[in-house]
């Protein structure tokens, strides 16, 4: 794991008068080290896997606290279920989901970013963030 984020995450529980115990370390610790777009139950079964006591409550709480660092980010692609993504030194993307198998697509791109900037400067209206997901099927699904 990165000592920058672990970094991170002390000094946010620190500031906050709160305890960085072993399951939160054990829940960012597998957080990292997942590239997905991870659910907290998806979460919780990578953690139990080499920490069994954790409960879901904590997985829950520590995912609370990651976003509220700025180390995580959640994405509700409406599907019932919120899921987590890195933050912390990840440049913006934006999403495509496949509604049949679930793959998530991550994509960028400055034409796309430029003309929000655009249109919103026509509006006289300040972008402060935006998300852009992008609904329908896969090639695989195709
Ligand atoms: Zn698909
Ligand atoms: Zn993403």
């Known amino acids: 794991m990165s000592s920058k984020e672990l970094e991170v995450l002390e000094d ?3 500031q906050n008068n709160l305890k960085i115990t072993r399951q939160r370390r054990s829940v960012l610790k597998a957080f990292l080290d997942s590239e997905e777009h991870v659910s907290a139950e998806e979460l919780y079964k990578l953690v ?3 920490e069994p ?3 879901l409550a904590t997985v829950y ?3 609370a606290l990651l976003i509220q660092s700025g180390l995580a980010s959640e994405l509700d692609f409406g599907d019932g279920q919120k899921r ?6 990840h440049s913006h993307h934006d999403h495509m989901i496949c509604t049949e198998c679930g793959k998530i697509i991550e994509f960028n791109h400055p034409l796309i970013e430029k ?7 026509r509006n006289g209206f300040t972008i402060t963030s935006h998300k852009l997901d992008m609904f329908g099927m896969c090639s695989d699904c195709r």
């Not at 987590?84 to 030194?89: D, P, V």
């Not at 003309?115 to 400067?121: W, Y």
Request: no cysteine; charged share 25%; glycine share 4%.
């Open 53 to 55: 006591k954790v409960g």
């Open 84 to 89: 987590y993504e890195h933050k912390y030194m």
């Open 12 to 14: 946010f529980i620190t």
């Open 48 to 50: 139990t896997a080499s």
């Open 61 to 63: 709480r520590t995912l």
């Open 115 to 121: 003309f929000q900037e655009e249109v919103a400067a």
